[in-house]
């Protein structure tokens, strides 16, 4: 056993790092009290080859390996939860579902450009009144000839308004519910597409998070990623991939909201001394110390079983469950130890704890999570293979 | 053309605060060591030249066996190859000795650079050392590189105020400032091969150096004292606070 990281990993930490510390957290507070999306980053994200990291090299990637997407998530949700979102979603979601499910074709048409960075994708899973229930989505994909005509609403969409490419999913048979669900790369500028922003959240502010509508829009089936009725394994397997990058994503707020507390505890002095001696106070930043590390090495496993193609369902959930109330916690406290300062949108503390609050919900709630780890306690419930697993972790291909 | 950058593992700034002194004394850090920050500078220097003029930019740290990850991080960046050579418990001088020997062993090297001085020794000494060593010209404070050739390399180089352009038939050393440019971040594709790349090791005696005793001992090291801080808060009207205000920075000087 090794839980050391290999020297590339430590190099790709480095690197992300000091991105995260130099371009991406100084310029968050502004667009955070804008609600403006940061969209200088995309560019220099692409030209680092953040936006296709774990892609191989022949699809357009940096190719690296999964454990390497962990490491960007927890550097860049340090800086902000907005921006590592953009990694979770553009190519969690959206280019590794392609490089799973698609075909060579569809890898070179739609891959290839998400991993260079030049195309944005999202992902449309959730609608007004189907979230966590997937079987009761409305969205229909009727076929017609060589295409597919699709209706219905997508809400709560990361990246709504700035995607170039957003895969959604509807149902093309409604009697089979989730069974009778089909996943559709949708492009922009498909006539009836329509996309929109959701302006009042809680938290994420720099964050582009809306709804895309669908009024008739006719997809070619070239557009329709894995066979008809495939769509719920698509999408259930796009968020195994996703959920582990939350959970990384999830560290880097326990990291960066340990940081500012161990500061300002030095710092802050009442009744004639330091805060940091006082046992309460050191009590809240020992637990984040912890799950720091629990959370930390419960992605890792989770980004290791991709790298071995190991199917990691019951593990990314763990740690998606885990870290985020960890993230939640860990932020809470530190508003706490901040006192009225961690209040006040002055300080830092209290944008971690509002976005925060969003992870504990997005890509599966905690109840939905620990649903999941009691059936599979239990023995009710267990992974079958799926047609397209995610392909291991094989630099030779990776790099060729 | 062959730009040959020395770099030195240094802690991180930000972890200096934490060093002990006793630590200091022996070398021994238990911190987190990065590149030192004025060497990225020198890093991205070499690399603009090779870019710019033609050539390639290798690196060369004088240290014990971490610095290796220091020279990762350089051929992260984009420099072609390194070499690492042991440390004999060698002051500025001998480093400088090392280095130069490493210098006449490769044989074709053009150019030096190196950055300004170092986060912990802070001597700035190196640079015109290893030209002294090596009887080549030293160009120091160099903020940009105007050309690079086989006849002459030609620098801008700001001396207190004022800058001024020089020229100089190479080979030559060059310290650069931060001005020269802000340091690249390394690509993926370098940082797979940097983390597998096997980087050699030479002694002394490889390069056929006798390393000079060290003329500089350090005999005591110490943290600075507390800085005597404290705050002073001025009530009242706005105007007799302001006035409170000047006459207590008229009384320490600052105004």
């Known amino acids: 056993m090794d839980f050391a990281l290999t020297t590339e990993h430590k190099m790709v930490q480095d690197m992300v790092r000091s991105f995260a510390e130099k371009e991406v957290r100084p310029i968050i507070p502004e667009y955070d009290e804008r609600h403006e999306y940061p969209r200088e980053l995309l560019p220099r994200m692409a030209e680092l080859g953040i936006m296709g990291i774990c892609i191989p090299v022949r699809y357009g990637g940096a190719g690296m390996d999964y454990i390497s997407l962990g490491i960007v998530s927890e550097a860049l949700e340090w800086a902000d939860a907005s921006v590592r979102e953009t990694i979770a979603v553009h190519l969690a979601l959206n280019a590794l579902a392609v490089f799973q499910w698609g075909t060579e074709e569809q890898k070179q048409r739609f891959l290839v450009p998400l991993a260079t960075g030049e195309k944005v994708g999202c992902y449309g899973l959730t609608e007004p009144a189907a979230g966590s229930d997937v079987a009761g989505l409305k969205s229909t994909a ?19 308004d700035v995607a170039d490419y957003m895969l959604v999913f509807a149902k093309t048979d409604p009697e089979k519910k989730h069974r009778g ?101 050191q009590q809240m930043i020992a637990k984040m110390a912890l799950n720091y590390d629990i959370a930390t090495m419960l992605w890792q ?51 971690y704890l509002r976005n925060a609050k969003g992870a504990v919900i997005y890509e599966g709630t905690t109840q939905i999570h620990e649903l999941m780890q009691a059936r599979y306690a239990l023995g009710w419930r267990q992974d079958k293979p799926i047609r397209c697993e995610l392909p291991a972790y094989d630099p030779d291909f990776w790099q060729e | 053309m062959r ?47 090779a870019e710019n003029f033609g050539g390639l930019a290798s690196v060369i740290s004088v240290g014990g066996e971490k610095a290796i990850e220091a020279l990762r991080s350089a051929l992260a960046m984009g420099c072609k190859d390194a070499t690492l050579v042991e440390n004999a418990d060698a002051d500025a001088w001998g480093v400088a000795a090392l280095l130069a020997g490493a210098v006449n062993h490769m044989g074709d090297v053009n150019v030096v650079v190196t950055g300004q001085m170092t986060v912990d020794g802070n001597s700035g000494m190196v640079p ?44 030559v050393v060059l310290s650069v400032i931060k001005e020269i440019g802000e ?73």
């Open chain 1, 142 to 160: 009727r076929r017609d000839g060589d295409d597919y005509i699709l209706n219905g609403e997508k809400m709560w969409i990361t990246l709504a």
């Open chain 2, 183 to 255: 340091p690249r971040y390394p690509t993926f594709i370098n940082i797979r091969k940097a983390a597998r790349v096997k980087i050699p090791v030479l002694s002394a005696d490889d390069l056929g150096v006798t390393v000079p005793p060290p003329v500089v001992h350090l005999s005591n090291f110490r943290k600075p004292p507390a800085r005597d801080a404290h705050v002073q808060l001025f009530d009242g009207p706005a105007d007799e606070a302001a006035g409170a205000l000047i006459d207590a920075l008229l009384a320490e000087k600052v105004l």
């Open chain 2, 128 to 171: 015109v050392a290893v030209a002294r060593k090596l009887d080549w010209p030293v160009l120091t404070g160099v903020a940009k590189v105007l050309n690079v050739s086989e006849d002459a390399v030609e620098v801008e180089r700001v001396v207190g105020q004022a800058r001024h352009t020089v020229k100089v038939k190479p080979p």
């Open chain 1, 301 to 351: 496993r989770s980004a290791w079983l991709k790298n071995q193609g190991v199917r990691n369902t019951r593990e990314t959930s763990q740690a998606k469950w885990f870290a985020t109330e960890a993230a939640w916690q860990a932020a809470s406290d530190a508003v706490q130890i901040h006192g009225a300062y961690g209040f006040s949108s002055e300080y830092e503390v209290e944008r």
């Open chain 2, 3 to 49: 730009y040959l950058v020395c770099i030195k593992q240094t802690p991180d700034t930000a972890e200096l605060p934490k060093v002990k002194p006793e630590e200091a004394a022996s070398g021994e850090l238990s911190i987190q060591q990065v590149v030192n920050p004025w060497d990225e500078h020198a890093i991205e220097a070499a690399l603009q030249m």
């Open chain 1, 181 to 281: 669900i089909t996943a559709f790369m949708l492009e922009r500028g498909m006539k009836g597409l329509t996309t929109g922003t959701i302006e009042k959240k809680m938290g994420v502010w720099a964050s582009n998070t809306g709804w895309i509508n669908m009024d008739d829009v006719r997809v070619p089936k070239e557009n329709r990623i894995g066979e008809e009725g495939e769509g719920f394994k698509v999408a259930m397997s796009a968020l195994d991939n996703a959920r582990m990058t939350v959970a990384a994503g999830a560290a880097g707020t326990i990291r960066a909201v340990m940081e500012l507390s161990i500061k300002y505890a030095h710092e802050r002095q009442t009744f004639g001394q330091p805060i940091a001696n006082y046992q309460l106070v």
